[in-house]
Every structure is written in C-alpha cells, then in structure tokens.
C-alpha cells in the first residue's frame, strides 16, 4: 500500500473511533445519583414551630399540624409509600445496617406515583382525640387529617415519650410489593424521620 | 301442575343464570384487585420509560395512576367509591404505556441505526477533507520551498 493509502486508512479509522465515542456519549443517559429527598415540616411550611406553643406536651383536642414532602431524584417514575407509625421509649428504630424498618404500629400510610424531580407535599394534621390510662400505660386515639383512626395499640408509660415514625417505602417491581427504603444501583438506602411528643391531660 | 311447576323452575334458574354470566350478580371488584392492577400499570409505565419514553409524554399517565390511587384510598376508607372505575384507569394506563413502549423502542431503533450509519460516514468525509487539507498544504509547501531555491539561484 502506498504511502497515501496508509495515511487514508490510519485518519479514518482515527475517525471512526472518535465519532463511534460521540455516539456512544450521545445515546448513552449519564449516570448519576439516584436518591429521595424526605422531610417534616413545621405548621409554617418551615423547619421550625413543629409543636403548638413551642412544647412537645400535646393535649387531647389540639391539633398539630405537619407537613411532609418527598422529591423523586431517582432519575425515573417511582411509586411510593410513606407509612406512619406510633412507637414510644422502647420501640426499635429502623435499623440502617439491616435495613429492617421499625417494628412499630402502623398509624397510616400515604401513596404516590412520582415523576423524576417530582415533589410531593401534603399536610400531615394530627391530634390526640382521647386518651386513657391503663395501669400507668396511656393510649391515645388518633384524628389524621379529620379521619378518627381510634385507639392505637402501643401505649407510653405516664404519656411520655411517644414518637411519629416516618417511613419511606417503594415498589420494587422485581420483588412485586413495595421495599423499605430503595436501590440506588446495586446499593440500598434507607430514609426514615421520627418527631417525639408527650401526651398530657389539659390544664 | 308439576310439569308447569318443573318448567317455571327451569326457565327461572335459565334466567338467573343468565344473568349471572351477563356479570350483574357477579361481585364488585376488590380494592386487593384494584391495587394490584395498579401495580401492574405502574409496572408498564415503568417499561415504557426505559424503553426511552419522554418524560412528556409519561405524565399524563402518572396523573391518571394518581386519580386510580387515590379511588382506592377512598374505597380503602370506607367512602363510598367506584373501585371498579380505578380498575378501568388502570387497564387503560396499561394499554397505553404499552403502545407507549413499542413507539419507543422504535425510535431509539431508528436513532441506533442513525448514528450507527452515520459514524462510518462522518468517518469517511472527514478522512478525505483532512487528507486534501493535507495534500493542498504539502503542494503548497513545495511551491514555497521551490520559490525560496529559485531566488537564491538568482541571487548567486
């Protein structure tokens, strides 16, 4: 082959290697971090004035209002759930290591389909519509968002130290039912809030 | 009277099941049914984005999930709600995520075999534009060099 042959072969095939990167780089999506953002509100949509008068003492027939937001930076649609759930002094958290979530009461749950850099926030109003006492132990009724969910099962001794368990779940189509936390890639990610309280008698 | 008897009583279970088939005894649909075509629907949704549906064009669909979802929630609640109705949004989220899908995987097809086509084009044309840069710019050289040895002939 001639000299000009040789040049002819060695730029095109240059050439081919570099637009063959381009179009690679161009129909390939980036990849990128795949996570949730998750958060509770105050009553003014602040960080802040989570509890009526600053206290966390809350008396039957007071409403506390929350709000709580998820953002979808998962890079695709996603189905989610928020459960909620009553724990006190003694119930185990969910653990970040196992992945097991709190082994607590379900109060409730909230679900959405989210779009990528989607968020969703909704009011988390809640109050203590009757309590009782039973052997030291106070139970408490709950009235979320204007729906009475009666009586919880878990009590608190003396009232104190109840807390709100926040989780957030999604669906895993592979397993078929929603997963605590999610998979960002091959890794697993947990994301959970807890805000504590006190049940007190008025006055 | 026994044959009237024995012929009202077949004609009556022929219409009862008759109706029955028709689906108006049949029971309503179940909010346990109505949440798992929900899943199945969130499933094809799922299928048509990563066979590279725009996000456009999947929003419609995650609003109409949301309305479905939010049926159940109210039926879950003991409201009075048509599950039923969240079972149809469903199927039909199914039905169009899935068309949404086979026009996907037809578009990345053609975008494959566009930029598969066009790399050993592009390739060629530059080749040849770069060789004839570089074949105009060695005669080019050549004159000068030329030129430079004429006049020094001259001056010597």
């Not at chain 1, 802040?48 to 890079?75: A, C, H």
Request: hydrophobic share 45%; proline share 4%; glycine share 6%.
């Amino acid at each position: 082959m001639t000299e000009r042959g040789w040049r002819l072969v060695s730029i095109f095939f240059s050439a081919l290697i570099i637009f063959s990167t381009i179009a690679y780089l161009w129909i390939t999506p980036r990849p990128r971090e795949q996570f949730f953002q998750f958060y509770v509100l105050g009553e003014r949509r602040m960080i802040s004035d989570y509890y009526p008068e600053g206290k966390g003492d809350i008396p039957p027939n007071t409403q506390v209002r929350w709000y709580l937001g998820v953002t979808n930076f998962m890079g695709s649609v996603q189905y989610v759930l928020i459960r909620v759930k009553l724990g006190n002094a003694l119930t185990n958290p969910p653990n970040e290591t196992t992945f097991a979530p709190a082994d607590a009461p379900v109060v409730c749950e909230f679900r959405r389909v989210l779009l990528n850099n989607e968020t969703w926030e909704f009011p988390f109003f809640w109050e203590i519509s009757d309590r009782m006492e039973e052997g030291g132990v106070v139970y408490i009724a709950l009235n979320v968002n204007n729906e009475s969910l009666g009586f919880q099962e878990l009590g608190a001794k003396g009232g104190r130290n109840f807390r709100f368990i926040f989780e957030l779940w999604t669906y895993s189509r592979e397993e078929g039912d929603f997963i605590f936390g999610w998979y960002s890639g091959e890794e697993r990610k947990i994301s959970w809030l807890q805000i504590w309280f006190n049940s007190t008698i008025p006055g | 009277m026994n044959k009237r008897l024995l012929s009202a009583t077949s004609l009556l279970l022929l219409c009862v099941h008759a109706l029955y088939l028709s689906g108006y005894l049949q029971e309503e649909p179940s909010i346990d049914l109505a949440e798992e075509r929900l899943e199945e629907a969130f499933s094809a949704v799922k299928e048509a984005e990563i066979a590279g549906a725009d996000e456009s064009e999947l929003v419609e669909l995650v609003n109409r999930l949301n309305e479905a979802l939010s049926l159940i929630e109210m039926a879950r609640k003991g409201v009075e709600h048509d599950v039923s109705r969240s079972i149809e949004i469903s199927e039909a989220v199914i039905k169009e995520a899935g068309e949404l899908k086979a026009l996907a995987l037809d578009r990345s097809f053609k975008l494959r075999i566009t930029a598969f086509c066009l790399v050993p084009i592009l390739s060629a044309i530059t080749t040849f534009s770069l060789n004839y840069i570089y074949e105009w710019w060695r005669r080019r050289e050549v004159k000068r060099l030329l030129r430079m040895i004429a006049k020094k002939k001259e001056r010597s």
